[in-house]
């Protein structure tokens, strides 16, 4: 089968046979029917294409709702290219009528045209008379397939029974739905919503059943009982077997998968072996510096460093490379709240609600910083609404900035109730920000093996602790 030549415009390569857009050493996987809308805006440049024809292209049997449906598709891939409807630069609306490409598309080269004798040439009746050889690996890739497709009785016969032109079809179709399930396991994993993980899960397994040789859909597997692991869903006894295989499985496939070999990393410095854990992360940074796992690990060494305005520009990075990942923009949005560009932070709140519209952090972002820009009435209004224990915390804070000491004590006991050992660091803001300068600093100290994130050292809450000296032999230790 002929490779589909790819398309390149300011920058951008589109990856045709792969969905994938790249620019520079960022990598965007868009969802499959992403993919399908830009390639047929990219096949017809500067032309209209129809709403009915996108439409008739990926709903087929029809659908509800399919013009919202549309419109969510290219807000999606508008997002993903940095685009904006009201001043386009690749995406133009033509209301009521479709869209236009308008940016300048190189135009890819034909491939080549098969010689007339690989056109004419049947190899069924080579395969069948010497079934008793070594079968070539299309071959053995193929019959592997049909095993998971008609069961493991008679599928390597009936592969040997089947034209070639079918047999290459029907591995052809699974891999086009072990894609499709990977690009749906990809979209839950970066929304992560209540189940999504569980759901990534499943569609992945079902993606290497119709695939066994798609890496990413094994690398996506490893991710998703990493997370079932950290979040904790599961036991590390029960779950790091898991990622190790599937990880395993992935870099058997294709040895440069980053996120295969920054699960291997996170498997390796929990267990204790920092030296296994660097030799997989420098294969990751080697392959694909900009995936977002590696650039997670680069934000990291950047805070311990106490480079905030880097760690920035690296979540940047981040969110350009994953556009639709909520998780990285809300990383974004806690960046910004500690450097104190609430503008900024407010922004990239909106364009996650935009994504994800009931995401759990959207309110709590709203009330951080309106506590930090002293707004306290407005604040403590919209804290009602949260969960415990941010209810609780913003409270305190608010209540304290309205002098309301008292109230502002009883929330305060309330975040201790609720957040225990669970959340430290939440107690010892509290308390540093209502001016227990001595408690908060002590609890600090004791807790240097809980707070260990390099997050928290930036933490807005925390400014009357930094003149200290037992501050800067935390930070330090």
Not at 56 to 85: C, F, K, M, Q
């Given at each position: 089968m002929d490779t589909l030549p790819d398309f390149s415009f300011d920058g951008w390569t589109f990856q045709r046979s792969s969905g994938e857009l790249r620019r520079g050493d960022v990598r965007v996987r868009l969802p499959i029917q992403s993919a399908r809308v830009l390639d047929a805006l990219l096949v017809r440049p500067g032309e209209l294409v129809p709403r009915e024809t996108f439409i008739?292209?990926?709903?087929?049997?029809?659908?509800?709702?399919?013009?919202?449906?549309?419109?969510?598709?290219?807000?999606?891939?508008?997002?993903?290219?940095?685009?904006?409807?009201?001043?386009?630069?690749?995406?133009?609306t033509i209301p009521r009528r479709g869209y236009r490409f308008i940016g300048r598309v190189e135009t890819p080269a034909p491939p080549p045209p098969q010689r007339a004798t690989e056109t004419r040439r049947a190899p069924l009746p080579h395969a069948v008379a010497t079934r008793t050889r070594r079968v070539p690996v299309p071959h053995a890739v193929a019959a592997a397939t049909l095993v998971l497709l008609f069961g493991a009785a008679g599928s390597v016969a009936t592969f040997d029974r089947l034209p070639g032109g079918q047999v290459a079809?029907?591995?052809?179709?699974?891999?086009?739905?072990?894609?499709?399930?990977?690009?749906?396991?990809?979209?839950?994993?970066?929304?992560?919503?209540?189940?999504?993980?569980?759901?990534?899960?499943?569609?992945?397994?079902?993606?290497?059943?119709?695939?066994?040789?798609?890496?990413?859909?094994?690398?996506?597997?490893?991710?998703?009982?990493?997370?079932?692991?950290?979040?904790?869903?599961?036991?590390?006894?029960?779950?790091?077997?898991?990622?190790?295989?599937?990880?395993?499985?992935?870099?058997?496939?294709?040895?440069?998968?980053?996120?295969?070999?920054?699960?291997?990393?996170?498997?390796?410095?929990?267990?204790?072996?920092?030296?296994?854990?660097?030799?997989?992360?420098?294969?990751?940074?080697?392959?694909?510096?900009?995936?977002?796992?590696?650039?997670?690990?680069?934000?990291?060494?950047?805070?311990?460093?106490?480079?905030?305005?880097?760690?920035?520009?690296?979540?940047?990075?981040?969110?350009?490379?994953?556009?639709?990942?909520?998780?990285?923009?809300?990383?974004?949005?806690?960046?910004?709240?500690?450097?104190?560009?609430?503008?900024?932070?407010?922004?990239?709140?909106?364009?996650?609600?935009?994504?994800?519209?009931?995401?759990?952090?959207?309110?709590?972002?709203?009330?951080?910083?309106?506590?930090?820009?002293?707004?306290?009435e407005e604040a403590l209004v919209l804290a009602r609404d949260l969960p415990e224990p941010g209810r609780h915390f913003y409270a305190a804070l608010a209540l304290h900035g309205l002098g309301r000491r008292a109230e502002s004590e009883a929330s305060l006991r309330r975040l201790i109730d609720t957040a225990g050992d669970r959340e430290p660091i939440r107690i010892i803001e509290a308390m540093a920000y209502r001016g227990d300068r001595e408690e908060a600093i002590t609890r600090l100290v004791a807790s240097t093996r809980t707070c260990t994130n390099p997050w928290v050292r930036f933490s807005p809450y925390l400014h009357s602790l930094r003149s200290d000296p037992r501050w800067e032999a935390w930070v330090k230790s």
């Open positions: 008739a292209s990926l709903w087929p049997r029809g659908v509800v709702e399919y013009d919202t449906a549309l419109n969510t598709i290219v807000h999606r891939l508008r997002v993903a290219l940095g685009d904006h409807a009201g001043q386009p630069r690749y995406i133009e079809g029907m591995v052809q179709s699974s891999a086009l739905v072990s894609r499709e399930k990977v690009a749906r396991a990809r979209m839950l994993l970066q929304r992560r919503g209540p189940g999504d993980v569980a759901s990534a899960e499943r569609l992945f397994r079902a993606a290497v059943a119709a695939d066994p040789r798609h890496a990413d859909a094994w690398a996506g597997l490893a991710s998703a009982h990493w997370l079932d692991v950290v979040e904790g869903r599961t036991t590390a006894d029960d779950g790091i077997p898991r990622v190790i295989e599937a990880a395993g499985r992935a870099l058997q496939i294709d040895d440069r998968s980053a996120e295969a070999h920054m699960r291997m990393a996170g498997v390796y410095w929990r267990r204790g072996e920092p030296m296994r854990a660097e030799d997989h992360l420098r294969l990751a940074r080697l392959h694909d510096p900009g995936h977002p796992l590696v650039l997670a690990e680069a934000i990291a060494e950047s805070l311990k460093a106490g480079r905030l305005a880097e760690a920035i520009e690296l979540q940047r990075r981040s969110v350009v490379a994953e556009p639709l990942a909520v998780t990285g923009r809300q990383n974004l949005v806690a960046l910004l709240v500690m450097a104190d560009r609430l503008d900024e932070a407010t922004v990239e709140n909106e364009r996650i609600r935009e994504l994800h519209p009931t995401a759990p952090w959207l309110q709590e972002n709203r009330v951080e910083v309106l506590v930090l820009r002293g707004r306290f």
